[in-house]
Nanobody
Framework: QVQLVESGGGLVQAGGSLRLSCAAS????????MGWFRQAPGKEREFVAA????????FYVDSVKGRFTISRDSAKSTMYLQMNSLKPEDTAVYYC?????????????????WGQGTQVTVSS
């Protein structure tokens, strides 16, 4: 069983930066893809970014392109999301997700494993 644990959320002023981490705890961890999603109050869970584990291909929602960077450290079974130039509209609970099956990257329903979420609040 894979457990995902996010960390790194917090309160930051607009224009600031945060780095989220998602650590996987499993004896062997070799997903096909990992991703970050976010959910603001009253809104649906939204795709943010994803990375293919073996080849590190990356995918982003348009609203974060040029500001967020997704990466992974295979040796540490950890995924990261570097968030720069944060805006108040980035405020949400951020979740990491993983799946070991081939497929798309933006649909949350395709991900088998989820973390508990970490709050990111950007003040104006």
């Amino acid at each position: 069983q894979v457990q995902l644990v996010e960390s790194g959320g917090g309160l930051v002023q607009a224009g600031g930066s945060l780095r989220l981490s998602c650590a996987a705890s499993a004896r062997t961890f070799s997903p096909y893809i990992m991703g970050w999603f976010r959910q603001a109050p009253g809104k649906e869970r939204e795709f943010v970014a994803a990375i293919s584990w073996n080849f590190a291909n990356t995918f982003y929602v348009d609203s974060v392109k040029g500001r967020f960077t997704i990466s992974r450290d295979s040796a540490k079974s950890t995924m990261y999301l570097q968030m720069n130039s944060l805006k108040p509209e980035d405020t949400a609970v951020y979740y990491c997700a993983a799946d070991d099956r081939a497929g798309g990257w933006a649909n949350p329903n395709r991900y088998k494993y989820w973390g508990q979420g970490t709050q990111v609040t950007v003040s104006s």
